[in-house]
């Protein structure tokens, strides 16, 4: 199959399937009579893992960490754990990230809780303090709050 029909069955874009060519994750394909890159059911496959883990957030490093895996099956696995225990942390950090910046994000939003024009608005105001070097609503220490206080360097 060619680049295109190899992009649609796996909803890869053409680009980033030569990139993955390039950065050694997937196969150079054949050359048909006509220079046209010919790609085969190994490549389809292999591109489909690829997506997967692209899909579970994996880094490339990591994916072509598996990939050699994948090449020699009787490897001991543990640095497969390995590396989905390291995505796992990762995940996690990002996901009470996310927690907290929800937080500050409804604080922000608990600033305005009525219609009126821009110059009262209290998201606005609360935003202008914060690029003033001010503590914003987002960053206030509240009761039995999980934001964290930001130095004034790490403000808005």
């Known amino acids: ?11 890869v874009d053409i680009e980033t399937i030569r990139y993955y060519e390039k950065a050694g994750l997937l196969p150079k394909p ?8 010919a790609y085969g059911s190994v490549h ?15 880094p490339l ?13 009787a490897a001991d696995c543990g640095g497969i754990d390995e590396l989905i225990g390291t995505q796992l942390s990762r995940v ?17 939003h608990g600033s305005c809780d009525t219609h009126h024009s821009a110059s009262e608005c209290g998201i606005l105001h609360e935003l202008v303090a914060a690029a003033q070097g001010e503590t914003c609503a ?10 964290p206080e930001l130095s004034p360097a790490k403000r808005h």
């Not at 996690?92 to 937080?103: H, V, Y």
């Open 1 to 11: 199959m060619r680049i295109g029909e190899l992009g649609k069955s796996t909803g």
């Open 30 to 37: 054949e050359r048909s009579s006509n220079g046209y890159r």
């Open 44 to 58: 389809l496959e292999r591109l489909s893992f690829i997506r997967h883990c692209r899909a579970l957030d994996m």
């Open 61 to 73: 490093a990591d994916i072509k960490r598996l990939l050699e895996f994948v090449e020699n099956p």
């Open 92 to 108: 996690r950090a990002r996901l009470k990230s996310m927690r907290a910046l929800e937080q500050q994000l409804t604080a922000l």
């Open 138 to 147: 987002c960053h206030r220490k509240a009761p039995n709050a999980m934001i």
